[in-house]
């Protein structure tokens, strides 16, 4: 996988002018010297939301394996099994029939409360398939937080793992407009949570129930404008009440097309453990599916995020630095537990390894930029040098002297 050429405009910005600044927040800025910036999607105008983007993929990859997730078997291993994009069209197209028939309409907000999995994807795009809007819910803060957004996105249904369903149940006698919440698995009569859902007139069914009615009692696409809302997403809540973010499906749907410019394909792999209650990870699964490329679930613990790579090998695998920090930390781990000399030697090839692909990459900028005399590059952790770097490819033809210092890595052009 590599970066697609010319596929969207450079876009240089400046500050807003007479902004008056406000303490503790950034200067906003607006684009500038921007002539050829897209007015619709990659795939033209007809294609202006998720819902239409997802149909565009499932009718162009039928049988490409779609979303998955880890099961166990009988043997102990935990591979990742899929379902189709055919098989997952036809799915959202019974969840959003489901979640018609509890008497939400066009533009009601579904709250969807839960770590990434199948149903999240399911219940997202079955929104989307009758126009309704998906609003994550957000419970960094706690209880209070999941209480203010369905308050705030006046939800009548929300979508729930078990495991999060206590959280709803703390605050359902506080939010005035919940009529239903979708337990994701199975219910069990003896759940406390149900007590106190039935004490707040609040009605608790489970997702078999959902698709049962959705496949009993279809409903036809009613498919959102790009001008609708496709997500209501919210804040962390860290200085004051979540904020609210709406954003619409045509401007969702313009940015996963384009894949930030990455050439995405139908047999790329990626690994969706990001929370979806940021919009990165829902613009990544959609821009992976448009191209017909598959989306794998992890097996819901971070700490074993690892052994979720390893099994699915993703293609595609987007982090943070704390997730990088990990990898890295357990690498070192294991190298220290080895001993002396093949920690030796681990560390001398790592450190030939870096300084190869740092000099093949920085040489490559140089016959690009043939004025240029000196590049100064930040030195970072070994293990975000090692990520970024790894990506990077050029040709080393022009021959270069390193020079190290005060925290700094100076590349010199050889005259």
């Known amino acids: 996988m590599g970066q697609s050429q010319s596929i969207l405009p450079e876009i240089q910005s400046e500050p807003f002018p007479n902004y008056k600044p406000i303490a503790g927040e950034g200067v906003p800025r607006r684009r500038v010297g921007v002539t050829s910036l897209p007015r619709c999607g990659a795939f033209g105008p007809e294609c202006d939301n998720l819902y239409a983007l997802f149909r565009r993929a499932a009718e162009r990859h039928p049988a490409r394996p779609c979303i998955g997730r880890r099961v166990a078997q009988p043997d102990g291993t935990r591979p990742f099994e899929f379902i189709d994009f055919e098989t997952t069209h036809k799915s959202a197209l019974i969840a959003g029939s489901g979640l018609k028939n509890l008497g939400l309409g066009r533009g009601d907000g579904v709250g969807i409360y839960a770590a990434n999995r199948m149903e999240w994807a399911l219940s997202a795009l079955g929104a989307y398939s009758q126009a309704l809007t998906t609003v994550p819910l957000y419970d960094t803060l706690g209880e209070d937080a999941v209480r203010y957004e369905i308050n705030h996105a006046e939800l009548a249904v929300v979508v729930v793992e078990k495991a999060k369903l206590k959280n709803v149940a703390a605050v359902a006698a506080k939010c005035a407009t919940l009529r239903v919440v979708v337990q994701i698995e199975e219910l069990d009569a003896a759940q406390p949570e149900i007590a106190a859902l039935e004490a707040a007139g609040v009605t608790l069914i ?199 210092g005060c925290g700094r890595l100076r590349l010199y052009r050889r005259r």
Request: proline residues 5%; charged residues 20%.
């Open 206 to 404: 489970d997702w078999a129930a959902l698709t049962k009615s959705g496949a009993q009692h279809e409903q036809p696409v009613d498919a959102p404008l790009g001008s609708d809302l496709a997500f209501i997403m919210y804040t962390s809540g860290t200085t004051g009440d979540p904020k609210g973010v709406c954003l619409t499906h045509g401007g969702v749907t313009m940015a996963a097309s384009y894949a930030a410019g990455l050439e995405v394909n139908e047999t790329d792999r990626y690994l969706s453990y990001l929370p979806l209650a940021h919009i990165f990870e829902s613009l990544m699964e959609h821009g992976i599916w448009c191209r017909g490329g598959s989306v794998g679930y992890f097996g819901g613990n971070v700490k074993e995020l690892l052994d979720d790579v390893a099994e699915l090998r993703p293609t595609i695998f987007c982090g943070v630095p704390r997730v990088f920090g990990r990898v890295y930390d357990k690498a070192m781990a294991g190298i220290a537990a080895k001993g002396g000399v093949v920690r030796a030697l681990f560390n001398l090839a790592m450190r030939l390894e870096l300084d190869a692909l740092l000099l093949r990459e920085l040489t490559a900028r140089l016959e690009r930029q043939p004025r240029l005399t000196q590049l100064e590059v930040a030195r970072l952790c070994p293990a975000v040098d090692l990520d970024v770097v790894a990506d990077l490819t050029g040709s080393p033809r022009l021959a270069a002297l390193t020079e190290r």
